[in-house]
């Protein structure tokens, strides 16, 4: 983005810490209760400077990241955190070109991460059941152009949503481990499945359900991110922090039988390591 043009989605951050996503439009104003902005001021000229309002109070105009974009979604579900949601990117190993199964949609906080992520020559199809909930997803995501690289259904997974040998799955719903069977055809072998769900007896359930499917190397993480005060002088913790977003489970949809299963099995795992003398965590030389 080397200057502004009308359409550009652009973060505006008041010196009071108040941030907020405009769309720049010809003849428009950003209004606050500081005074107004004509978009005029910002359009033709480069992000990344301060702008004040006729009023003398100073806003800085950035361009917005992935995290901004997520944070500022209209939202009538939880969605899923920017901490989250970069990793789940990584562990699904998602880059430009890659097509990757979403369910439910809810605000389309994730799917932004996700079509941010495979743009522009992959994309994301994803599936919500609730009909309010995909039109919410629906504005968020046009608002923010990025419905050329998503197909949104309204309709419950388990009817199925079109895709066939996707590179990965990520379900952010109640019930996962009831799709199992839809995410085995949907999901290409050797391609990465991920959810994230709130309590840990969700996660049993749903290690349950995938030892009976067709997915190994599986994993449960949780990732905690302490923020700080950016002040040299007297740097320290927030007081506040989110103690607890999701665990995160991540597998891998394999092709394989019952008894080999049975042999990457954590608990034989477990009994085997002890038989060989080996602590908790250690790995195989
Ligand atoms: C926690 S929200 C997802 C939030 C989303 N990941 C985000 O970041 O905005 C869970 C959503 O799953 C949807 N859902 C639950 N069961 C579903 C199913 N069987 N098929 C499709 N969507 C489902 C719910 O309606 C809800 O909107």
């Known amino acids: 983005m080397e200057v502004l043009k009308p359409g550009d989605i652009v973060l505006m951050v008041g010196a009071d810490g108040r941030r907020r996503l405009i769309t720049l439009q010809e003849n428009q104003s950003y209004h606050t209760h500081r005074g107004t902005i004509p978009h005029s001021e910002l359009i033709g000229k480069p992000p990344g400077r301060v702008v004040s309002t006729q009023l003398g109070y100073p806003y800085l105009v950035l361009e917005p990241g992935v995290a901004d974009l997520i944070r500022n979604i209209k939202r009538i579900t939880q969605i899923v955190y920017p901490k989250d949601a970069a990793y789940i990117v990584m562990r699904l190993n998602l880059s430009a070109g890659k097509r990757v199964l979403e369910a439910g949609t809810g605000s389309g906080g994730l799917t932004i991460a996700l079509a941010k992520a495979v743009m522009p020559g992959g994309h994301v199809v994803s599936c919500e059941v609730r009909g309010d909930i995909h039109r919410l997803a629906a504005r968020n995501l046009e608002k923010l152009g990025l419905l050329p690289y998503v197909t949104l259904f309204n309709r ?130």
């Open 156 to 285: 419950d997974l388990s009817e199925g949503c079109d895709v066939q040998y996707v590179d990965a799955v990520f379900l952010d719903m109640k019930e996962p481990w009831q799709h199992l069977d839809y995410v085995e055809e949907a999901l290409r072998p050797g391609g990465f499945f991920g959810s994230l769900l709130p309590t840990t007896n969700q996660v049993s359930a749903l290690l349950d359900g995938l030892s009976q499917h067709n997915f190994m190397d599986i994993s449960v993480e949780e990732l905690l991110l302490r923020p700080y005060k950016p002040v040299a002088e007297r740097l320290r913790p927030t007081d506040r922090m989110i103690a607890h977003s999701g665990y995160l489970i991540f597998a891998r949809r394999v092709e394989t039988s019952d008894e080999a299963r049975r042999w990457f099995s954590p608990i034989r795992r477990m009994h085997r390591d002890k038989y060989l003398g080996k602590g908790e965590g250690e790995e195989d030389a």
